[in-house]
């Protein structure tokens, strides 16, 4: 199977459910967001300080958009669900094998996202809140900080799907376990590359917050395949 025909089954699989989920994800969103002020306050709850907003519409676009993420966080497992049917189906992948691949990458997400939550976004916040001083004090935007939040614990979630992914790249004979094991050097660039995009911030803190956590993904994911026994 050329590559064409397999994006084409991809989209086309993928295709059948993205109504489905985009219509799910706004009534969830409008749902959460009554629930808004109670998840703010526990992401709030990493800042030992006050949030302010400096537009009208700054704290309305800030539940808004912890809604959208509540709900993004809350339909994780049909996500995956749909993703893994789309991908999986031009490889033959269903039954067993699907349901393990859907397991492990819920599994994998929420563990990364917990992981930021209560371990690194709390040494994150404190370090970069720890350059302030008596003459220096942040003020920090309602808007601004549920973006770093939100978009710094949601890159965890998916950085930490790295193993599983190369699991099923090297299944599927897209990749072998050989060629993880002689591109460490180009890995170590692109994980460098990924954290500088998925880091809300571009200081280097933050990027080898993420990109430590990382490469160690990747090495596991290489133990994985040789665990499994994969090429």
Not at 28 to 38: D, E, G, I, K, M
Not at 92 to 119: D, E
Not at 198 to 225: K, Q, R, S
Request: charged share 10%; proline share 4%.
């Amino acid at each position: 199977m050329d590559k064409y025909t397999t994006l084409v089954i991809f989209l086309s699989e993928l295709r059948k459910s993205v109504r489905a989920l985009g219509i799910t994800l706004i009534f969830a969103t409008a749902v959460v967001f009554f629930l808004s002020p109670h998840l703010l306050q526990v992401v709030q709850d990493h800042l030992s300080g006050k949030l302010y907003f400096f537009s009208v519409a700054g704290p309305f676009l800030a539940h808004v958009k912890l809604s959208l993420f509540a709900a993004v966080y809350c339909l994780t497992p049909w996500v995956m669900t749909v993703l893994w049917r789309a991908m999986g189906k031009p490889f033959g992948m269903q039954g067993s094998q699907l349901f393990f691949f859907v397991l492990f990458t819920c599994l994998l997400f929420y563990a990364g996202t917990l992981f930021c939550y209560f371990i690194t976004l709390p040494f994150g916040i404190k370090f970069l809140l720890g350059f302030g001083s008596q003459d220096l004090h942040p003020v920090i935007s309602i808007g601004r900080f549920v973006n770093f939040v939100t978009i710094f614990i949601l890159a965890f979630g998916v950085i930490f799907e790295l193993p599983i992914f190369m699991v099923f790249v090297a299944k599927v004979g897209l990749f072998s376990r050989r060629f993880f094991e002689k591109n460490r050097r180009y890995a170590v660039l692109v994980i460098a590359i990924l954290s500088a995009v998925l880091t809300p911030t571009p200081d280097v803190v933050n990027m080898l917050l993420m990109g430590g956590p990382l490469y160690l993904l990747y090495e596991a994911g290489i133990v994985i395949l040789m665990v499994m026994r994969i090429q």
